[in-house]
C-alpha cells in the first residue's frame, strides 16, 4: 500500500488543513505514516508567521532531497509536496530553491492534490490559487478522529496588523456558513469527537450565511454547535479584542459547553506600540474586555500573544507590556522577537530594535510569564476538574487529557475512559503537565 507522511508547522489552522490533507491523500489509497523514509508522498504543511518557520521549511527540503535520491536509487518514486504558507507566499521560487520539490499547492487548493500529484509526474506544479470553487466543498470524510477535534469556521483576516502576513498569505475574510459548520461538526460527533474547537485566524469576526442567508456570529454559532448531541464541550480561536461582542460574553455566560477559556492575543501593552502595530485598541481597553469576561466567568483562563521589539520600541513601552502583563494574569501565553515579515509596512521601518534587547526583553517578558503559569497549575492542585480523557498518556495504566481551562492532566485510569469526561482532583503539577486522580462522580465540583 501506498504511504503518505504529512507534518505540519504553525497554527491549528495548519493543524487542521494537514489533517484534511491526510484524508484527501487517504481517499487516494495513501496510508498515513510517520516514518518518512518510508513515504511515497511527503507533505510539508509550512508556516510564514516568523522567518525561523519559514527558514526551517528549506533545512528539511535538504535533508528530504536527499532522502528522494537515495529511494530513488532502490527504485521508489517520492513526491514532495510543499503546502500551507510558505507555499503561498514563495510560490514557484520554492522550486527554484529546492528542485526536489514536485508539488507548490496553498491553503485553498489542497483538495486539488490528487490531479496535482498526477500532474506532477510530467513536470512540477504550482497551485497558489485562490480558487472560485469551496474546498470544503470537495474534501473527503474526515477520519482518524480522537475525541478533540479542530473545525474550521473562518479563514483569512482583514486586520492588517503592520507585522503580520496572515492577510496576504490567507486572504481576506471569508466565513463558512453555519449550515456547512453543522454539518461537518454533526459527523465529527457522530465519529465520536466530544470536543470541537471552532478555528479561524479571525474567528470572532465569523459572520457565516445562518439558513436564511442572514450573516450569523460567532455567539449563535457556538450556542447551534452546542445543541449537537454528543459534543459536550467548544472552544474557538483564535481572537481578536475588536471583534469580541456582548453576544459572544453572554454566550460565555449562558452556554455551559463553552469552555472557560479564552485565547485572546494583544501583542503588547503599549498604546504607541498598539497603534504603531495598528492593532485599533488600547492596553486599557484590553483591560476592560478582559474585566467583563470575567465579570460573567470569574473562572475564566487566559492566555495570549505578545511580540517584543517591533520596530520603535522603546524601554518605557516594554515596560508596559509587563504591567500589563501582570494587571491581567495569564494562564500561559506564547510570545515572540519580532521578526521583518517581506511585504509588511513594519519590516521596512529604519528604527528596527537590535537583535539582543529583544533576547532580553523577551527572556524577561518570559520569566513573568512562566512564572504565572506555574502559580496557576500550583494553584489548581488538591481541586477536581472535568477532564475529556483524550488519548493513552505517557506511562502504562496512564490516559491523557484536558481540564476546562485547557491544562494538561495525566493520570491512572483504564483506555476505556477515552472520549469520555471524567472527574479527576489534581494532586501534582508537573514542568508541561498536571497529574491527577480519578474521584468517583459523586466528589466531582
Ligand atoms: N514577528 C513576530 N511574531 C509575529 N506574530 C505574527 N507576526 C509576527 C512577526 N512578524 C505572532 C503574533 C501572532 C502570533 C500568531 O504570531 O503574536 O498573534
Ligand atoms: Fe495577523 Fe493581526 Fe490578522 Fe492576527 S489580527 S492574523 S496578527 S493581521
Same mark, same amino acid.
Given at each position: 500500500?501506498k504511504?503518505?507522511?504529512?507534518k505540519?508547522?504553525?497554527?491549528?489552522?495548519?493543524?487542521?488543513?494537514a489533517?484534511?490533507?491526510?484524508d484527501?491523500?487517504?481517499?487516494?489509497?495513501y496510508?498515513p505514516?510517520?516514518?518518512?523514509?518510508?513515504?511515497?508522498?511527503?507533505?510539508l504543511n509550512?508556516?510564514h508567521?516568523?522567518e525561523?518557520?519559514?527558514?526551517?521549511v528549506?533545512?528539511?527540503?535538504?535533508r528530504?532531497?536527499?532522502?528522494?535520491?537515495?529511494r530513488r536509487?532502490?527504485?521508489?518514486?517520492?513526491?514532495?509536496?510543499?503546502?500551507?504558507c510558505v507555499?503561498?507566499?514563495?510560490?514557484?521560487?520554492?522550486?527554484?530553491?529546492q528542485?526536489a520539490?514536485?508539488?507548490?499547492?496553498g491553503p485553498?487548493?489542497?483538495h486539488?492534490l490528487?490531479?496535482?500529484?498526477?500532474r506532477s509526474?510530467?513536470?512540477?506544479?504550482?497551485?497558489?490559487?485562490?480558487?472560485?470553487?469551496d474546498?470544503f466543498?470537495h474534501?473527503?470524510?474526515?477520519r482518524?478522529?480522537?475525541?478533540?477535534?479542530?473545525?474550521?469556521?473562518q479563514e483569512?483576516?482583514?486586520?492588517?496588523?503592520a507585522?503580520c502576513?496572515?492577510?496576504?498569505?490567507r486572504g481576506a475574510?471569508?466565513?463558512?456558513?453555519?449550515l456547512?459548520?453543522?454539518?461537518?461538526?454533526?459527523k465529527?460527533a457522530?465519529g465520536g469527537?466530544r470536543?470541537?474547537?471552532?478555528?479561524?485566524?479571525?474567528?470572532?469576526?465569523?459572520?457565516?450565511?445562518?439558513a436564511d442567508g442572514?450573516?450569523?456570529?460567532?455567539?449563535?454559532?457556538?450556542?447551534a454547535?452546542?445543541?449537537?448531541?454528543?459534543?459536550?464541550?467548544i472552544?474557538y480561536?483564535?481572537?481578536?479584542?475588536?471583534?469580541?461582542?456582548?453576544?459572544l460574553?453572554?454566550?460565555?455566560?449562558e452556554v455551559?459547553?463553552?469552555?472557560?477559556?479564552?485565547?485572546?492575543?494583544v *501583542?503588547?501593552?503599549? !498604546?504607541?506600540?498598539?497603534? %504603531?502595530?495598528n /492593532?485599533?485598541?488600547? &492596553?486599557d481597553?484590553?483591560?476592560? @474586555?478582559?474585566?467583563r469576561?470575567?465579570?460573567v466567568?470569574?473562572d475564566?483562563?487566559?492566555?495570549s500573544?505578545?511580540?517584543?521589539?517591533?520596530?520603535?520600541?522603546a524601554?518605557?513601552d516594554f515596560?508596559?507590556?509587563?504591567r500589563?502583563?501582570?494587571?491581567?494574569?495569564f494562564?500561559?501565553?506564547?510570545s515572540?522577537?519580532y521578526?521583518?515579515?517581506?511585504?509588511?509596512p513594519?519590516?521596512?521601518?529604519?528604527?528596527?530594535?537590535?537583535?539582543?534587547?529583544?533576547?532580553?526583553?523577551l527572556a524577561?517578558? *518570559?520569566?513573568?510569564? !512562566?512564572?504565572?503559569r506555574? %502559580?496557576?497549575? /500550583?494553584?489548581?492542585? &488538591?481541586?477536581?476538574?472535568?477532564? @475529556?480523557?483524550?488519548?493513552?498518556?505517557?506511562?502504562p495504566?496512564?490516559?491523557?487529557?484536558?481540564t476546562?481551562?485547557?491544562?494538561?492532566?495525566?493520570?491512572d485510569a483504564?483506555?476505556?475512559?477515552?472520549?469520555?469526561?471524567?472527574?479527576?482532583?489534581?494532586t501534582?503539577?508537573?514542568?508541561?503537565s498536571?497529574f491527577?486522580?480519578?474521584?468517583?462522580?459523586?466528589a466531582?465540583?
Amino acid at each position: 500500500m501506498k504511504k503518505a507522511y504529512v507534518k505540519s508547522y504553525g497554527c491549528q489552522m495548519n493543524a487542521y488543513d494537514a489533517a484534511r490533507m491526510a484524508d484527501v491523500l487517504g481517499a487516494e489509497g495513501y496510508a498515513p505514516t510517520d516514518s518518512v523514509a518510508d513515504a511515497d508522498v511527503v507533505v510539508l504543511n509550512t508556516c510564514h508567521i516568523r522567518e525561523k518557520a519559514a527558514e526551517k521549511v528549506y533545512s528539511e527540503l535538504g535533508r528530504l532531497r536527499v532522502l528522494k535520491t537515495e529511494r530513488r536509487a532502490r527504485g521508489l518514486d517520492t513526491r514532495i509536496v510543499v503546502a500551507g504558507c510558505v507555499a503561498q507566499a514563495e510560490g514557484a521560487e520554492i522550486q527554484a530553491r529546492q528542485p526536489a520539490v514536485d508539488v507548490v499547492v496553498g491553503p485553498q487548493s489542497y483538495h486539488r492534490l490528487p490531479d496535482l500529484l498526477a500532474r506532477s509526474r510530467e513536470r512540477r506544479v504550482v497551485d497558489t490559487e485562490f480558487p472560485v470553487e469551496d474546498k470544503f466543498d470537495h474534501l473527503p470524510r474526515r477520519r482518524t478522529l480522537g475525541p478533540a477535534a479542530f473545525l474550521t469556521v473562518q479563514e483569512g483576516c482583514d486586520k492588517f496588523c503592520a507585522f503580520c502576513v496572515v492577510p496576504y498569505t490567507r486572504g481576506a475574510e471569508v466565513s463558512r456558513s453555519v449550515l456547512a459548520v453543522l454539518a461537518e461538526a454533526e459527523k465529527l460527533a457522530q465519529g465520536g469527537v466530544r470536543e470541537v474547537t471552532l478555528i479561524g485566524q479571525n474567528v470572532n469576526a465569523y459572520h457565516g450565511a445562518g439558513a436564511d442567508g442572514a450573516p450569523v456570529g460567532l455567539a449563535d454559532l457556538v450556542r447551534a454547535v452546542s445543541k449537537i448531541p454528543g459534543i459536550a464541550r467548544i472552544r474557538y480561536t483564535t481572537s481578536h479584542p475588536n471583534d469580541f461582542d456582548d453576544a459572544l460574553i453572554r454566550a460565555h455566560a449562558e452556554v455551559p459547553a463553552l469552555m472557560p477559556y479564552l485565547h485572546l492575543p494583544v *501583542q503588547s501593552g503599549s !498604546d504607541r506600540i498598539l497603534a %504603531a502595530m495598528n /492593532r485599533k485598541h488600547t &492596553g486599557d481597553q484590553y483591560r476592560r @474586555l478582559i474585566d467583563r469576561v470575567r465579570a460573567v466567568r470569574p473562572d475564566i483562563a487566559l492566555s495570549s500573544d505578545f511580540i517584543v521589539g517591533f520596530p520603535g520600541e522603546a524601554d518605557a513601552d516594554f515596560a508596559d507590556t509587563l504591567r500589563l502583563v501582570r494587571d491581567v494574569g495569564f494562564e500561559s501565553a506564547f510570545s515572540f522577537k519580532y521578526s521583518p515579515r517581506p511585504g509588511t509596512p513594519a519590516a521596512d521601518r529604519g528604527d528596527q530594535v537590535p537583535e539582543p534587547v529583544m533576547a532580553a526583553r523577551l527572556a524577561e517578558l *518570559q520569566t513573568l510569564l !512562566d512564572g504565572q503559569r506555574h %502559580a496557576y497549575q /500550583r494553584a489548581a492542585q &488538591g481541586r477536581v476538574f472535568d477532564v @475529556l480523557v483524550e488519548k493513552p498518556g505517557r506511562h502504562p495504566g496512564q490516559v491523557a487529557g484536558k481540564t476546562p481551562h485547557l491544562l494538561a492532566v495525566q493520570f491512572d485510569a483504564a483506555p476505556h475512559h477515552i472520549g469520555t469526561v471524567v472527574p479527576v482532583r489534581i494532586t501534582e503539577a508537573g514542568t508541561n503537565s498536571l497529574f491527577g486522580e480519578l474521584v468517583s462522580e459523586a466528589a466531582a465540583a
